[in-house]
């Protein structure tokens, strides 16, 4: 059973580009959460779909969005990059929202210059 | 708020030893999930265990073992005779009832194991 795949796992933009990250979760899963990991605010969550809904999201401003398709395959979108979202970005696969166990993927490290 | 510290941000020891990791944690709610991952260098973040607020029972699983006490908010994971392997970043985690699948993370703990 394949894992949680996260595309692509680095990436360089410029300050004020735009920028898509995916994130294909475990089969069968219907949940998907979005982290942000940084030094210095460690692990903070982004945002949570289900069945192509978002049920929670986290204090990140309006430039963080997400998505989720109906394969529940989902995408996160930061617009006008800051030097500040240079982060890890993590995505997590869940069976349901019954909260249950998280599987993460390796994360898309994300460097703004 | 919900809130999760782990104190420990570093700690170091020598293969074979036995470590705790502690793990101190606030919630308003009467039911609420705890949960320890493991985030090797490679990124990934690796569920290795969950517990009901419910559920105050010790576990063990090979050389891991939790303690779960209510009365102190304190989930602590221990690792028995440690190995270089086990060299990586604990987080301990919390989800209050009705907040999906939204984890509040503690701020982890780098446990290096020397051979």
């Known amino acids: 059973k394949a894992g949680v795949t996260q595309t692509p796992r680095y990436l360089i933009k410029t300050r004020g580009q735009q920028v898509t990250l995916s994130c294909s979760p475990i089969?069968?899963?219907?949940?998907v959460s979005w982290y942000q990991q940084t030094p210095g605010q460690g692990l903070q969550f982004l945002f949570e779909?289900?069945?192509?809904?978002?049920?929670n999201k986290g204090n990140f401003p309006g430039r963080f969005s997400g998505r989720q398709f109906s394969n529940s395959r989902s995408e996160m979108n930061v617009s006008t990059l800051e030097l500040g979202d240079s982060a890890l970005y993590l995505c997590?696969?869940?069976?349901?929202?019954?909260?249950?166990?998280?599987?993460f993927g390796q994360g898309t490290r994300l460097t703004v210059v | 708020a919900q809130k999760v510290t782990q104190a420990q941000t570093e700690i170091s020891v020598v293969e074979k030893e036995d470590v705790t990791l502690d793990c101190v944690y606030e919630t308003r709610d009467t039911t609420y999930y705890l949960f320890w991952y493991k985030q090797p260098p490679s990124g990934e973040l690796v569920f290795l265990i969950r517990r009901n607020s419910f559920d105050e029972q010790n576990e063990i699983s090979g050389r891991y073992s939790w303690n779960f006490q209510k009365s102190t908010s304190s989930f602590n994971f221990t690792i028995t005779a440690s190995q270089v392997v086990d060299s990586a970043v604990y987080f301990c985690a919390l989800i209050y009832n009705n907040a999906g699948n939204m984890l509040t993370f503690g701020g982890g703990t780098r446990l290096m194991v020397k051979p």
């Open positions: 779909y289900f069945s192509e809904t978002q049920r």
């Open positions: 089969s069968g899963h219907r949940s």
């Open positions: 997590a696969s869940s069976l349901d929202v019954l909260n249950t166990e998280a599987f």
